[in-house]
């Protein structure tokens, strides 16, 4: 660049002298149109001669100005470079002559696309954030299926394999999206589904949509709990109903006979109101568990904790519940329990008490024998106290030991009916614990009795 200008202004300058020259053989001639030839051709080889030595100085004149201006014009070809490389920090430092107002004019250029950048990158990280902070997967595509990105509940739930740049269908093999996006590409429209095989024992909402830019965004929500929630108040429903339906059948059949036989010996009828009575009482029992386990379920369940000491607890258990077993001919026992403090709510406690003792009663000791005992006590494990009701029954098999702390589940049905049992005793006992913040278990060996513990958190 510096030879093209040098050259240009060397240019200039010979025309310049080329034009001195003309002008100064015009003026000759006009002033001495009769003098001699020799002084004519003098005084031009004198001008001639004067532009020469002009020339010459102007020689290093026009280099300097030839370095200055590509110096200048150097830097501000490198500060394009940069700001086109994305460092939008370059500046052009101004010297106040001619070219100063262009310098001036592109940094501030810079500056403004510096903001603009910043601003852009502010928000984007912003919106990064955000889906970030979402429950909801989301993941973007191109026009051609590729990922552009996707938040980092998406990453949970796909694992290593998605990534940008890669291949919506080798990141992910669940057909349900995979039909989604691509119906979304293809017609331009809003597409859902549901997938249950993106993720293990999870279930999935697909919403998938067009993006103007090219390309589609799918979100997916979890509705795993929303699933669990609806198929437990199915089962619920028809738990209650099934539980109901047998008494009540018993109910109606025994009063459809006493009404269609008035003539029927005492004898019968006693008997037939007996059955009444039982299932009456049966019903009775059901409904008071379920508003029991309704309380404890509800949102408004509050605890009237107290500070208590784990012997006190079992001791005030032993005393109030001694009733229960009195006539059954079966022994409650202490077992022991250490002096720690635990925050309880003593009501809820005895409910607690009373539902695992009366189980143990139903289940575990079954007819009264001499000898017979139910054992009630505590151990310290850790920061918590674990309490236990011990049975010397026949125990539980193992495979229903997960499983029976949930609602209207039963190890044997038929003998739970006819002791009169609804199958909510457990679970009333597993909320109430967890509402105390504790957790409840079982173990048992065939043969050998079962055993029930639950944990406090040990206070202060």
Same mark, same amino acid.
């Given at each position: 660049m510096t030879r093209k200008v040098f050259v240009k202004l060397l240019g200039l300058f010979a025309l310049l002298l080329v034009f001195h020259t003309a002008v100064m053989v015009v003026v000759f001639r006009q002033f001495l149109p009769t003098g001699p030839a020799e002084v004519f051709h003098r005084l031009t080889r004198e001008a001639l001669l004067s532009g020469m030595i002009a020339l010459a100085a102007a020689l290093p004149l026009a280099a300097w100005v030839a370095l200055t201006i590509t110096g200048r014009l150097k830097q501000v070809v490198d500060f394009a470079h940069r700001v086109a490389a994305g460092d939008l920090t370059a500046r052009l430092h101004t010297k106040g002559d001619e070219l100063s107002s262009m310098e001036t004019a592109l940094n501030q250029t810079a500056e403004r696309l510096g903001q603009s950048f910043a601003e852009i990158e502010n928000r984007r990280q912003e919106l990064a954030a955000m889906l970030d902070s979402m429950q909801e997967g989301v993941v973007a595509v191109t026009a051609e299926g590729q990922v552009r990105w996707s938040n980092a509940v998406m990453q949970r739930i796909a694992g290593t394999q998605i990534r940008a740049g890669r291949a919506l269908v080798q990141s992910l093999r669940d057909p349900d999206l995979l039909a989604c996006v691509k119906g979304a590409l293809e017609t331009g429209s809003v597409k859902t589904g549901r997938s249950s095989s993106l993720a293990p024992g999870r279930i999935f909402e697909i919403n998938a949509a067009p993006l103007s830019s090219g390309g589609a965004i799918a979100v997916l929500h979890d509705v795993t709990r929303i699933e669990t929630a609806e198929r437990s108040r199915r089962d619920f429903i028809a738990n209650v109903s099934h539980e109901l339906r047998t008494p009540l059948t018993s109910v109606q059949g025994y009063v459809e006979t006493l009404i269609e036989s008035p003539e029927m %010996?005492?004898?019968?009828?006693?008997?037939?109101?007996?059955? !009444?009575? %039982?299932?009456?009482?049966?019903?009775?029992?059901?409904?008071?568990?379920?508003?029991?386990? *309704?309380?404890?379920?509800?949102?408004?369940? %509050?605890?009237?904790?107290?500070?208590?000491? *784990?012997?006190?607890?079992?001791?005030? *258990? !032993?005393?109030?519940?001694?009733?229960?077993?009195?006539?059954?001919?079966?022994?409650?026992?202490? *077992?022991g329990a250490p002096d720690a403090p635990v925050q309880a709510d003593p009501d809820a406690m005895t409910q607690v008490f009373g539902n695992l003792i009366e189980n143990a009663m139903k289940y575990g000791a079954g007819k009264a024998e001499p000898g017979q005992k139910i054992r009630v006590g505590a151990a310290r494990v850790g920061s918590e106290v674990e309490f236990f009701v011990q049975d010397f029954g026949p125990g539980i098999p193992s495979e229903h030991l997960e499983r029976i702390f949930e609602r209207f589940y039963r190890v044997d049905k038929a003998r739970s009916r006819d002791t009169g049992g609804t199958g909510l005793g457990l679970s009333i006992v597993a909320q109430i614990v967890h509402a105390h913040g504790g957790h409840v278990r079982a173990e048992s060996e065939l043969g050998s009795g079962a055993t029930f513990f639950f944990t406090l958190p040990i206070s202060g």
């Open positions: %010996k005492p004898e019968t009828v006693r008997e037939f109101l007996t059955v !009444i009575q %039982k299932n009456t009482r049966r019903m009775s029992r059901l409904t008071e568990d379920l508003l029991a386990l *309704a309380g404890v379920e509800s949102p408004d369940y %509050k605890l009237v904790r107290q500070p208590m000491r *784990a012997n006190a607890l079992v001791q005030d *258990a !032993i005393e109030s519940l001694g009733g229960l077993v009195m006539d059954s001919g079966v022994d409650l026992e202490n *077992a």
